[in-house]
């Protein structure tokens, strides 16, 4: 099905934008109007990230006249494996500016926002004001909900993507360009539970898997702005690199959708940290009084080098995380043994006195695996804050972080 395009033409096209985009203008779908169209549209990407990446620099090179982005976050050695929009010279400086400075060296004609701060709650509203179109580049489920939220009271029409390992999704949202468009919230009317979806950062992300997705972002962006094709609207796109297989599924508009169904509960934004649970209630009760600081872990370890002190230290990340970095005198049980029941088996006796501590990447999941040991009646079992991620920072900067 085709839609109108969402941005009217600019009045003309100069010499210089004629020879920049003329392998444009000679598309039959695109050619001068659609161009001209490009050149008229405001496109906020937000994230400057895996998909933000290819996403900027492609609409840039696109010649789409105004892009704003939407990020917080500095550059950290380990973006540089897909976040191609950075360099090593950036390390440390604002991803914002670092990708503006790239826009600028690939297409000095588009005009560059710079929203350098988290998009939440606050802003999100005045900040997506005025653009045409969104393309939605982030990694967790809050800002995800938001966006959506925030696009439909806007009526804003947005792209959105995801990846994870070598799987990547991609879809279109605009609820408002036809009666049964569906929402993000139609696809997934709840976030999963809490710990049950590892983040790139928990579970790693082929850094070639986001210029696959982001450039599917940026395809269905074009269309929608100069009004060719068959947009993504109401479909799943779904791709498995490994198999190198892409599949489009339909996505139907959920007539019981809390947004944009019949009857909505959702009016106007909400707390979206607690809708998506940064942690899940179990967790958070275990962990309530249980959890020690990587310096308190580090006094703990010399104790117990010196014979004064019992415990076992339990690392419930994945093997290849363990490979990576790992604390002194840990054993790796992964947390999906501790789900089936199988890791018991693997501890100390409850009545030992062997206190069980367990650590991860940055303590959701050993929070998750402490509900499980403190329900098994390890009652003075303890989880370590901050993870391996905080041991590296505070204690062992000499191992590599990830
Ligand atoms: N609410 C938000 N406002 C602005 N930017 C956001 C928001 N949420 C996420 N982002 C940005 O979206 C980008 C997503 O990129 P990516 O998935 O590659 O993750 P990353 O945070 O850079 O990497 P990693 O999680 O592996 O350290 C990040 O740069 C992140 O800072």
């Given at each position: 099905?085709?839609?109108p ?5 600019a ?23 659609g ?13 400057a ?24 976050d ?6 540089l494996?897909r976040?191609v ?17 790239s ?5 000095p ?20 004001r005025?653009y045409?179109?969104?393309v ?6 809050a ?5 959506n ?20 999704q ?22 999963p ?19 696959s ?17 068959d ?25 019981n959708?809390?947004l ?18 940064a ?9 309530a ?6 310096v ?13 002190r ?12 363990y ?26 006796p409850?009545?030992?006195?062997t206190q ?6 940055s303590?959701?999941?050993s ?27 505070q204690?062992?900067?000499?191992q590599p972080?990830?």
């Amino acid at each position: 099905m085709s839609f109108p395009a969402l941005v009217e033409p600019a009045a003309e096209l100069t010499i210089d934008e004629v020879r920049r985009y003329s392998r444009h203008l000679i598309i039959p779908d695109v050619g001068m109007d659609g161009q001209k169209r490009l050149k008229n549209a405001k496109v906020l990407v937000i994230g400057a990230g895996g998909l933000g990446s290819p996403a900027l620099l492609y609409l840039a090179a696109a010649g789409v006249g105004t892009l704003g982005i939407a990020e917080f976050d500095e550059v950290d050695e380990s973006n540089l494996q897909r976040q191609v929009i950075h360099g090593q010279s950036d390390i440390g400086k604002p991803k914002a500016l670092s990708a503006q400075e790239s826009i600028a060296e690939i297409n000095p004609l588009v005009q560059v926002v710079v929203h350098n701060e988290r998009l939440d709650n606050d802003n999100v509203m005045e900040i997506f004001r005025g653009y045409d179109l969104i393309v939605d580049g982030t990694d967790n489920f809050a800002t995800r909900y938001m966006v959506n939220d925030a696009a439909y009271f806007l009526g804003i029409p947005y792209v959105w993507g995801s990846i994870y390992r070598f799987d990547g999704q991609a879809s279109v949202f605009a609820p408002t360009m036809a009666d049964d468009a569906p929402c993000y919230r139609c696809l997934y009317p709840e976030p999963p539970p809490p710990g049950m979806v590892p983040s790139c950062a928990e579970g790693g992300v082929l850094g070639v898997l986001c210029a696959s997705i982001g450039s599917i972002q940026v395809n269905e962006a074009i269309k929608l702005l100069v009004g060719a094709g068959d947009p993504a609207i109401g479909k799943l796109v779904i791709y498995d690199a490994l198999e190198l297989e892409w599949r489009k599924l339909k996505v139907r508009k959920d007539p019981n959708c809390a947004l944009c169904g019949e009857n909505p509960t959702v009016t106007g934004l909400i707390d979206y940290d607690a809708f998506c649970g940064a942690i899940s209630e179990e967790a958070a009760d275990a962990a309530a009084d249980a959890t020690i600081s990587v310096v308190q872990l580090e006094n703990l370890l010399k104790e117990r080098a010196e014979g004064t002190r019992d415990f076992v230290l339990i690392d419930v990340r994945e093997p290849n995380e363990y490979e990576i970095n790992k604390i002194p005198g840990s054993l790796l049980i992964p947390k999906g043994e501790f789900l089936n029941g199988n890791a018991l088996a693997q501890l100390p006796p409850v009545d030992s006195g062997t206190q069980v501590i367990l650590h991860c990447k940055s303590g959701v999941r050993s929070a998750e695996c402490l509900a499980v040991v403190k329900g098994a009646g390890y009652d003075d079992a303890l989880h370590v804050g901050g993870g391996v991620v905080a041991w590296v920072n505070q204690i062992d900067p000499s191992q590599p972080s990830y």
